[in-house]
């Protein structure tokens, strides 16, 4: 990238591009209402609405195989290739973070692509392990329970109620990165996701 | 070739005696303190057994049979009005008896509340009776009661696995 010791040149050296395509944005906010309706059926479950959350676990793990289709043919922003930054690309990306400018990446920022990474994976790990999941109090089993034993079981549970309290950390991570963007580098990315349009270095 | 003797010789001699150690192991196994810990357990597969079969007729996996669910409901109430606090032995917690048991030490606590979550259940598992052989709405209408109050006491008092 160019270099950025001239913080003062502002918005001349932006300019608004067509980043995010239809499909990543309706998957992202498909995404956002699966896991938060997902989250809170889990976390305060009751009978009459558990079988609510077993639906939102369908949902959002239709939407990561769909995202991990997409991260081989998608557009390039999307794409897995655009996701796999180096060491060194984040190190430097890191070392400017703080400035108070847009990133100006076509696409995730480096410690972005990042946090894509490991939501995508704890998102992973919370479908798959819901799938095999037990509920001895309220009794509803993930559909897979069953072919499993009950002591591989009991751990799977114990994982799913781990990794939702990952979830929490890395989603209330995700919304201070973004309002970090909004008031100090003064780049709304939610209006990005919505529209497509986002801040790019020319 | 007696180095080679010996040193089988020692092999079994110290297998023997580790085969000969495991009965001693396993007799801490079965004191005071085991067979409490099993006791309750069994106490819980029993609800286990009742509401489960109760849970499926509500969520339509087995049949509703207002018979057997007023028997199962009336079974229920048995088992949780039982005074079972002798089976809650001190140092029965999942620290002191790892991989035996998931009672977390707060039950023991000074300010716990699982008298209050014990009589929550007494009292759902009582509201159940009193309606599961009425058909199947009106179980329904009761049995998440019962459920919830399971939940609650897993919630606060049950370690996530062994």
């Excluded at chain 2, 009965?23 to 009742?50: E, N, T």
């Excluded at chain 2, 849970?55 to 007023?70: C, P, R, S």
């Amino acid at each position: 990238m160019v270099q950025d010791n001239d913080t003062s040149a502002g918005a001349s050296r932006f300019e608004p591009q067509k980043v995010w395509d239809p499909a990543i944005r309706i998957w992202h906010w498909m995404l956002v209402f699966s896991v938060v309706s997902g989250w809170l059926l889990g976390e305060f479950r009751s009978f009459s609405t558990m079988q609510w959350h077993i639906y939102a676990g369908y949902t959002t793990g239709t939407l990561i195989l769909l995202r991990i289709v997409w991260g081989f043919i998608g557009p390039p922003p999307v794409r897995f290739r655009a996701l796999a930054v180096g060491p060194s690309t984040l190190k430097n990306y890191a070392g400017k973070m703080f400035q108070r400018e847009p990133s100006g990446v076509a696409g995730h920022n480096p410690v972005g692509a990042i946090s894509v990474i490991l939501m995508l994976v704890l998102l992973s790990v919370q479908v798959m392990t819901g799938l095999f999941s037990e509920d001895d109090a309220l009794f509803f089993d993930g559909p897979l329970a069953n072919t499993v034993s009950g002591s591989i079981r009991t751990t799977l549970t114990a994982y799913h109620h781990l990794s939702a309290k990952a979830i929490l950390v890395i989603v209330l991570l995700h919304v201070s990165a973004i309002l970090f963007y909004l008031l100090w580098k003064r780049e709304n990315l939610v209006k990005a996701m919505i529209t497509g349009w986002k801040i790019v270095r020319k | 070739m007696t180095m080679r003797f010996k040193t089988i010789f020692m092999a079994i001699l110290i297998s023997c005696a580790s085969l000969g150690a495991i009965p001693m192991v396993q007799a801490a196994d079965d004191d005071a303190v085991a067979q409490a810990i099993k006791a309750r357990q069994a106490g819980f597969r029993l609800y286990s057994f009742y509401v489960g079969q109760l849970f499926a007729m509500a969520k339509g996996e087995q049949e509703y049979n207002a018979d057997l669910a007023a028997t199962l409901a009336n079974n229920l109430v048995a088992v949780t009005e039982l005074s079972n606090g002798m089976m809650w032995l001190p140092e029965s917690d999942n620290t002191a008896r790892q991989g035996k048991t998931r009672a977390l030490p707060e039950i023991w606590a000074a300010d716990s509340n699982i008298g209050d979550k014990a009589q929550t259940l007494k009292d759902a598992a009582l509201g159940l009776s009193l309606v599961a052989g009425d058909g199947l709405d009106a179980l329904r209408g009761e049995i998440g009661a019962v459920g919830e109050a399971c939940d609650s006491c897993h919630e606060d008092f049950r370690a996530e696995d062994f």
